[in-house]
Nanobody, 121 residues
Framework: QVQLVESGGGLVQAGGSLRLSCAASGSFFSINAMGWYRQAPGKQREFVAAITDGGSTNYADSVKGRFTISSDNAKNTAYRQMNSLKPEDPAVYSC???????????????WGQGTQVTVSS
């Protein structure tokens, strides 16, 4: 069983920074990609950023230049540095990962439980 555990959420002032982590644990062969989504109250979940095992990254337009996603493949952990946080950034941030349990199986998507980010003005 694969588990994703997020950490690092909390309360920050507008313009401030937070660093979120997402650690994958369990028995698996590899992680193809890890990413972050967010969902604000009353809104649909939206894509934030993703990184592949090769280091390629992709960002939503709303966070480009402010958020940076990185990973430590040896630790099966992805990080997201969030700078210049805005009043529209508060949400529950969840990480996901595409994980191959065995070398010959297809990658399957897993989700973490989410962590709350609150921005005060």
């Amino acid at each position: 069983q694969v588990q994703l555990v997020e950490s690092g959420g909390g309360l920050v002032q507008a313009g401030g920074s937070l660093r979120l982590s997402c650690a994958a644990s369990g028995s698996f062969f590899s992680i193809n990609a890890m990413g972050w989504y967010r969902q604000a109250p009353g809104k649909q979940r939206e894509f934030v950023a993703a990184i592949t095992d090769g280091g390629s990254t992709n960002y939503a337009d709303s966070v480009k230049g402010r958020f940076t996603i990185s990973s430590d493949n040896a630790k099966n952990t992805a990080y997201r540095q969030m700078n210049s946080l805005k009043p529209e950034d508060p949400a529950v941030y969840s990480c996901n990962a595409y994980v191959k349990i065995f070398r010959v199986t297809s990658a399957r998507e897993y989700w973490g439980q989410g962590t709350q980010v609150t921005v005060s003005s």
